[in-house]
């Protein structure tokens, strides 16, 4: 799991660099494309079959996972690297806000107080983290941001729906990439394509490449692991993060923003302590 934090970090370096030379579209188009044809030959030297009897689930689970993927490579591009990791692992939150929300809905009583707490503390984190921004004129790129968190909390609960119905983790990986490739063509419809910008090109490559083995490694953590030490060490993603932002970009972060991404992660880990308690064979999460 460290090592696909590591990974995930390392890719939101090279979108932020590929982001320079092309629009949010062109990235999701190229990552797809280029996971695409990675996800189809390791399914073919491994001896996965990509034909799948729920492609309905594998469609739901790409637009959702599209629709986040779009919003973190945006964010990405507009606000510090370390901010948009912090609202994209805003997921696990997320999912606890959905528990809560459809215990409510549903008239259950169910609803544990812990769990409010730690939604309501992971919301504080948000306002802590977007307010320094404010004075950038970035709030709109950390609402898309958190946006993007919201997506990818939506795309694990459809991944948990396609583990229970026996989907090899490989085919999953394998459709979202087809997906994403597919979302992004006709987005390009209406965003056009940029000047191509010769060498600097080459930062797709790694974009592609690192989300497929960061996926594969996190698979691998999880099939091997204790799911609830694994699902709480994702996080030192951010820590990468934060590391790339100050060296590489010379990122300048409020004390009161890394103070909002100490409460987001410890509400994070809180919030996926108290769903393992209440489903402990949860399935793992799975990154955009």
Known sequence: MLLAALIFATMAV???????HFNSAELVFYRGLISTVFMLVLARSTGVRLGTPVPAMHLWRSLLGVFALGSWFYAIAELPLATAMTLNYMSSVWI???????????????TQ???????????????M??????????????????LSGIGTALAYLQVTALARAGEPEA?????????????????????????WPGQAAWWLLPVGLLASLGQLCMTRAYSRGPTL???????AGIVFAA??????????????AWAGMAVIVASGIAATILRARSVPNAPAEEHT
């Open 14 to 20: 090279c979108v932020k660099f590929a982001s320079i």
């Open 96 to 110: 606890a806000a959905f528990l809560v929300g459809g215990s409510i809905l549903l008239g259950r009583n169910t």
């Open 113 to 127: 107080g812990a769990l409010v707490l730690t939604v309501l503390a992971g919301f504080g984190g948000v306002v």
């Open 129 to 146: 983290v977007l307010r320094p921004t404010l004075d950038d004129n970035q709030l709109f790129a950390g609402l898309v941001g958190l």
């Open 171 to 195: 085919r999953t990986v394998f459709y979202f990439a087809l997906g994403s490739m597919a979302v992004g063509a006709v987005a390009l419809l209406f965003s056009g394509l940029s000047p």
């Open 229 to 235: 030490l694994v699902a709480n060490m994702q996080y």
């Open 243 to 256: 590391g790339y932002s100050l060296l590489l970009f010379g990122d300048r972060i409020a004390p009161l």
